[in-house]
């Protein structure tokens, strides 16, 4: 992402830096986990917008997979992340295990 996307609304930003449509153009599997994760916050906080949200909670957690196995209270307690959006995350988290699920047992 260029500087002069920090700050500023996602809306404001050139078509082809935006995650969303990056995603459309591009496919998901261009995208970084930052950008993915914005996509599915839609929206920051007071000064930061998704993808700057997205960012600061993959640094606090380390790692995508410490923010989506970190505890309840321990998410709800961050910025821009409260009881509705870890729930939507649990639900998306039970989707892919479904998915998953029925991949194995479909067999090879």
Known sequence: MFAHTRRMHIRDWPPAERPRERLLALGSG???????LA?????G??????LDLARSLLGR??????????????????????PARWAELQAA??????????????GP
Do not use: K, P
């Not at 790692?63 to 321990?74: F, M, P």
């Not at 988290?93 to 479909?106: C, D, G, P």
């Open 61 to 82: 957690f380390g790692s995508l997979r410490g923010l989506l196995t970190a505890e309840r209270n321990a998410l709800c307690g961050q910025s821009g992340v409260g």
């Open 30 to 36: 261009a995208l970084s986990e930052a950008e993915l």
């Open 45 to 50: 906080t007071n000064g930061m917008n998704a």
């Open 39 to 43: 996509i599915w916050l839609r929206h």
């Open 93 to 106: 988290l039970e989707l892919v295990r479904r998915h998953h699920l029925e991949r194995l047992q479909a």
